[in-house]
Antibody
Framework: QVQLVESGGGVVQPGGSLRLSCAASGFTFNDYGMHWVRQAPGKGLEWVAFIRYDGGDKDYADSVKGRFTISRDNSKNTLYLQMNSLRPEDTAMYYC???????????????WGKGATVTVSS | QTVVTQEPSFSVSLGGTVTLTCALNSDSVSTSHYPTWYQQTPGQAPRTLIHSTNGRSSGVPDRFSGSILGNKAALTITGAQADDESDYYCVLYMGSGIWVFGGGTKLTVL
């Protein structure tokens, strides 16, 4: 059974940094790409970033490009999201999502973790 | 700027049929956008219902179906149940690894 457990959320001041982790189990982690998706309080979903199974390909939403970095450690079955220069509008629940390949270089968001809360406030 | 639009709210009678849609401001939605649909109840993580226009995810009841209707992606619920009352989100693939979500539809089952 696929399990994705996010951690590392918390309260941080504007301009600060935070690193989220996602511990994966129940599947062969290094065979699958992974996404991060966020949801601001009372708002809709926003795709944030994707990383290919081997870490060789990464994509970002314009809203986080240059500030956030997605990475993975396949030896630890763990996905990361390094968030720098945080802004109040980055306040959200951040979901780790297992991807599933549907076409060449196209991976949709399949199985979701329960999320970690990030609050950016002074 | 790419904007994906969904109906903000919709209601359906218990046992009835409802179709939710997902539109693109700059283009018609096609299968090349790999429309994907999610269901989310308050306080819970989203659950995948439909991928690649009409591919039903494992464990999803067959009363949920996806399609392209005209220039939009569509999610149809046939024989709505009380526990279908949820928020529904579509997402479209825009190329170059980029996905864009719609604003979501709040479905009420009467």
């Amino acid at each position: 059974q696929v399990q994705l457990v996010e951690s590392g959320g918390g309260v941080v001041q504007p301009g600060g940094s935070l690193r989220l982790s996602c511990a994966a189990s129940g599947f062969t982690f290094n065979d699958y790409g992974m996404h991060w998706v966020r949801q601001a309080p009372g708002k809709g979903l926003e795709w944030v970033a994707f990383i290919r199974y081997d870490g060789g390909d990464k994509d970002y939403a314009d809203s986080v490009k240059g500030r956030f970095t997605i990475s993975r450690d396949n030896s630890k079955n763990t996905l990361y999201l390094q968030m720098n220069s945080l802004r109040p509008e980055d306040t959200a629940m951040y979901y780790c999502v297992k991807a599933k390949k549907i076409a060449a270089k196209i991976y949709y968001m399949d199985v979701w973790g329960k999320g970690a809360t990030v609050t950016v406030s002074s | 700027q790419t904007v994906v639009t969904q109906e903000p709210s919709f209601s359906v009678s218990l046992g009835g049929t409802v179709t939710l849609t997902c539109a693109l401001n700059s283009d018609s939605v096609s299968t090349s956008h790999y429309p994907t649909w999610y269901q989310q109840t308050p306080g819970q993580a989203p659950r995948t219902l439909i991928h690649s226009t009409n591919g039903r995810s494992s464990g999803v009841p067959d009363r949920f179906s996806g399609s392209i209707l005209g220039n939009k992606a569509a999610l149809t619920i046939t024989g709505a149940q009380a526990d279908d009352e949820s928020d529904y989100y579509c997402v479209l693939y825009m190329g170059s690894g980029i996905w864009v979500f719609g604003g979501g539809t709040k479905l009420t089952v009467l």
